[in-house]
């Protein structure tokens, strides 16, 4: 399989030029070549006119170039400011100080003593746009940089790249959001099949436009056929839950009080670091705070808190959790034993050992049914591309046929026709009367598919809101609020339920 295929591609100074591509086209292929970590088979690279052979990322920097990985690449043991002086001069002083003014400039803060271990996947993120932006910055890289912030921040963001922009720095940007490639990119270019599908102005294209050319067809509409249910019962309940953290850089959790019914779907908006990562460890097994009550968290009726995740799935519970890669999937482990890791209780094993057959056919079921660009059952998790990998963990799970189903962002770096795949899957387990929780920083998302919405921010949640009677100018509200518990609240037309 040949990931790029006769690219051509002209990247301009003072220019923000867009690259779109479905779930393994070739773009984190393509922009490694770019970033000196892989090595092209055949043609050239010009560097302001002249041919370059970059043999590493160090070499990469050297020239300019900054780039910020869709999987991210940190040090978990050190500090924030500890991975950035791998590859910035400075000391230790400079360096922090740096990064307060970079993340407040850009609204991107993070502080700069926490370890990289305890942050969430949107402060990581935030980490590697700080690092790039504190180099001489001639070409910048950036995958899926919005993924973090709220409706309110993405505009400042936007404001300080055309800044970047203006000034002579040429900027690559991957983003499965295509309005935000309209509203801020001079040229897009669209990868399909390794192949360049073509280069428009997408100030010129309609979004729909632009979907069809990168798939190569029409982007099926999202469809639901949900019907009231007044019966429904509670499959998730949360009374009054609070759990300190005992990381100083991390979240405590306060008063939270959620519930989730058969036959809907509840969603979690929030900006990334306020208390996501905590509840959902708390809600899967994972952390299991001894400050728990009985009744903190039930399920199905039934009081779990002294409960594993082993025994919460045997319930009927299934998870995917943010971290594709570590923690929803073994990198190093093949799909057809990463398959093995949550699906054991669907005929896999037979008195301690593995049925080979029955694992390889289920595996297979996965790849087909969620159209997992992959080399088959056998091939290693880390060699698929994000959003591929994010559909076989959500395959896997949805294939454990849950009665609750729990998604930490359920499309993150996953294109436009696979992300409009998994939301319809997600609509027909709540219309079947399946009860889904989602945790999303994506807003767009919430509005598309939830029933009921909850903000979480410093560790405290919102009241329950009906989605159709807020706007995601209200979600940000809540979402950027103070975290005093005084507070004035938003002011938001909406009923609780």
């Known amino acids: 399989m040949v990931a790029n295929d006769s690219i051509n591609l002209d990247v301009h100074t003072g220019s923000i030029h867009a690259v779109l591509g479905e779930n393994g086209a070739g773009k984190s292929t393509l922009m490694k070549l770019v970033y000196g970590m892989v090595e092209a088979d055949s043609g050239s690279m010009s560097w302001n006119g002249n041919v370059v052979n970059l043999k590493n990322s160090a070499a990469a920097r050297k020239l300019g170039i900054g780039m910020v990985f869709q999987h991210f690449s940190l040090f978990e043991t050190l500090s924030v400011v500890e991975n950035i002086s791998l590859t910035m001069p400075g000391s230790r002083a400079e360096l922090a100080k740096k990064i307060k003014a970079i993340g407040e400039r850009y609204q991107l803060v993070v502080n700069p003593d926490a370890s990289v271990h305890a942050l969430s996947v949107g402060e990581r993120q935030r980490v590697e746009i700080i690092r790039c932006l504190m180099q001489d910055l001639k070409l910048l890289i950036l995958d899926e940089p919005t993924s973090v912030l709220p409706p309110q921040h993405i505009q400042s963001l936007f404001d300080a790249l055309r800044k970047l922009r203006d000034s002579g720095v040429a900027i690559l940007f991957i983003s499965h959001k295509l309005d935000e490639i309209r509203d801020l990119c001079d040229t897009a270019t669209v990868l399909r099949d390794g192949r360049v599908a073509g280069t428009v102005n997408p100030q010129e294209a309609t979004s729909q436009e632009l979907a069809t050319l990168m798939i190569g067809r029409e982007v099926?509409?999202?469809?639901?056929?949900?019907?009231?249910?007044?019966?429904?019962?509670?499959?998730?309940?949360?009374?009054?839950?609070?759990?300190?953290?005992?990381?100083?850089?991390?979240?405590?959790?306060?008063?939270?009080?959620?519930?989730?019914?058969?036959?809907?779907?509840?969603?979690?908006?929030?900006?990334?670091?306020?208390?996501?990562?905590?509840l959902s460890r708390i809600i899967s097994g994972e952390w299991r705070p001894k400050s728990l009550t009985t009744q903190a968290i039930e399920m199905f009726g039934q009081p779990v808190a002294e409960l594993g995740p082993t025994e919460r799935r045997s319930l009927g519970f299934s998870f995917v959790p943010e971290e594709r890669l570590g923690r929803g999937a073994v990198p190093p482990m093949s799909l057809n034993q990463n398959a093995l890791l949550t699906a054991f209780s669907q005929g896999i094993l037979n008195r301690g050992f593995i049925r080979k057959k029955t694992l390889r056919s289920f595996t297979d079921q996965c790849i087909a049914d969620?159209?997992?660009?992959?080399?088959?059952?056998?091939?290693?998790?880390?060699?698929?591309?994000?959003?591929?990998?994010?559909?076989?963990?959500?395959?896997?799970?949805?294939?454990?046929?849950?009665?609750?189903?729990?998604?930490?962002?359920?499309?993150?770096?996953?294109?436009?026709?696979?992300?409009?795949?998994?939301?319809?899957?997600?609509?027909?387990?709540?219309?079947?009367?399946?009860?889904?929780?989602?945790?999303?920083?994506?807003?767009?998302?919430?509005?598309?598919?939830?029933?009921?919405?909850?903000?979480?921010n410093g560790g405290k949640l919102s009241p329950s809101l009906v989605t159709a009677e807020v706007t995601p100018n209200d979600i940000g509200e809540y979402m950027i609020a103070t975290h005093s518990s005084d507070a004035a609240q938003p002011e938001v037309h909406a009923h609780g339920v």
Not at 249 to 269: M, N, R
């Open 220 to 278: 099926p509409h999202i469809q639901s056929t949900r019907e009231s249910v007044n019966d429904a019962s509670t499959v998730l309940r949360l009374n009054q839950l609070s759990a300190k953290n005992p990381d100083p850089f991390g979240t405590s959790l306060t008063g939270i009080d959620l519930h989730v019914k058969q036959h809907e779907i509840v969603g979690i908006a929030g900006v990334s670091g306020n208390g996501q990562q905590e």
């Open 370 to 456: 969620f159209d997992v660009r992959c080399g088959g059952n056998n091939a290693i998790a880390s060699s698929l591309s994000g959003g591929n990998l994010q559909k076989y963990i959500i395959g896997r799970e949805l294939m454990l046929k849950p009665r609750l189903l729990f998604v930490a962002q359920p499309t993150w770096g996953v294109d436009i026709g696979a992300a409009t795949a998994i939301r319809q899957r997600l609509l027909d387990l709540r219309d079947q009367g399946i009860g889904v929780l989602i945790v999303s920083e994506e807003i767009e998302e919430l509005f598309e598919v939830t029933d009921r919405l909850y903000v979480i």
